[in-house]
């Protein structure tokens, strides 16, 4: 489990690597308090994005507070948005978002005919550094597909369970806390 969580978070760090990198070269940027990808009602991700988020909460002893707090939630925007977080930015573990969070915005898809095409929000959109960016800056751009391929090489069934966020986030909580109990030995593999 813990070297699946390892691989996890080094496929999550190469896609902020990679966006901050795109966001640099392209000028684009979210506008300032914009947090409204946050408040989408139909977010979703799969709990293998969500594995370094639910072992910090195990290390942390937080687990257990946390999955409670997801099983009586009857909001379905991100338990971990927050217009008051210490990053500025909505989420109050930034260090441990997913995979979706990392990319949205700043990645691009294929469409049918194999061009890419941004995935982002209207607000960004309407920027003028969006408006005139080049073919060849597009190209730089993160492919989605790319790094889901990635964590489907580490587990191609957890990466293949699409839930809404909260779901993903408590199915990864479970997945945790159910290794971690029945195993003597919290560092095996």
Request: charged share 30%; with cysteine.
């Given at each position: 489990m813990i070297k699946k969580i390892k691989q996890v978070q080094k496929?999550?760090?190469?896609?902020a690597l990679h966006t901050q990198q795109f966001q640099k070269t392209s000028q684009i940027s979210c506008l300032s308090g914009c947090f409204?990808?946050?408040?989408?009602k139909d977010i979703y991700a799969s709990p293998l994005?969500?594995?370094p988020f639910a072992y910090h909460l195990y290390e942390t002893k937080q687990a257990d507070a946390f999955y409670d707090q997801l099983e009586s939630r009857t909001e379905t925007i991100c338990a971990l948005f927050s217009p008051l977080s210490s990053d500025g930015w909505g989420c109050i573990e930034?260090?441990?978002?997913?995979?979706?969070?990392?990319?949205f915005g700043y990645s691009t898809t294929s469409d049918k005919m194999a061009q890419r095409r941004m995935v982002s929000c209207k607000?960004?959109?309407e920027t003028r550094e969006y408006q005139t960016m080049q073919p060849d800056t597009l190209q730089q751009a993160p492919l989605f597909q790319d790094y889901y391929m990635q964590l489907a090489s580490i587990d191609w069934q957890l990466a293949n369970e699409s839930l809404p966020i909260n779901q993903?986030?408590?199915?990864?909580?479970?997945m945790v806390?159910?290794?971690?109990?029945?195993?003597d030995n919290k560092w095996s593999a």
């Open positions: 496929v999550l760090e190469e896609a409204k990808c946050c408040l989408k994005e969500f594995l930034y260090e441990y978002r997913g995979l979706i969070c990392r990319l607000p960004l959109k993903a986030i408590k199915r990864a909580i479970e806390l159910t290794y971690f109990t029945y195993t």
